[in-house]
């Protein structure tokens, strides 16, 4: 069975940093593309950064590029999103997904079909 949990969530002033974590089991990690996307109340999801567990290639949306960072543990089958200098537009429900490198291969980082997706950590960024 496929499992994707997120955790590190959670209430953080603006200009903190978070860590959020992205734990799989189920499949072959290290074949996997990974991304993280988010959802603010009352606006539609978007990615925020991807990375090919294959290749070790990245990509960020420019909303976070320059205060996060994207990184793979394969030891671990967990993927970390580390956001710095938050900002309150950051809060959002974030979630992270994954579909077979090889299957999103010629895709557009966001435009990837993601086929598992886990359930989501609330991020609340205050003033």
């Known amino acids: 069975e496929v499992q994707l949990v997120e955790s590190g969530g959670g209430t953080a002033q603006a200009g903190g940093s978070l860590r959020l974590s992205c734990t799989a089991s189920?499949?072959?990690?290290?074949?996997?593309?990974i991304g993280w996307f988010r959802q603010a109340p009352g606006k539609e999801r978007e990615g925020v950064s991807c990375?090919?567990?294959?290749?070790?290639?990245?990509y960020y949306a420019d909303s976070v590029k320059g205060r996060s960072t994207i990184s793979s543990d394969n030891a671990k089958n967990t993927v970390y999103l580390q956001m710095n200098s938050l900002k309150p537009e950051d809060t959002a429900v974030y979630y992270c997904?994954?579909?077979?490198?090889?299957?999103?291969?010629?895709?557009?980082?966001?435009?990837?079909?993601?086929?598992?997706w886990g359930q989501g950590t609330l991020v609340t960024v205050s003033e």
């Open positions: 990375i090919s567990n294959y290749d070790n290639s990245t």
């Open positions: 189920g499949f072959t990690f290290d074949d996997y593309v």
């Open positions: 997904a994954a579909e077979s490198f090889f299957t999103a291969q010629g895709s557009r980082w966001f435009d990837i079909q993601f086929e598992y």
